[in-house]
């Protein structure tokens, strides 16, 4: 359970760090450099457009 709690976190941590970077440089969600928010941003977007309509 805690382990699961951790990675949402961790998830959620990642996510927002790519939103702000696409709000902040204007670049589009699949010019976002992994290396910099940690995750790819075609990968984010997608974790945000499930979430959305999952509710979350």
Do not use: C, K, N, Q
Not at 17 to 34: E, K
């Amino acid at each position: 359970m805690v382990t699961l709690i951790v990675l949402e976190w961790f998830e959620l941590r990642i996510l927002y760090s790519t939103v702000m970077y696409v709000l902040r440089t204007g670049v589009a969600w699949r010019d976002v450099p992994a290396e910099t928010v940690g995750r790819s941003g075609v990968t984010a977007w997608r974790r945000l457009r499930d979430w959305t309509e999952a509710g979350v």
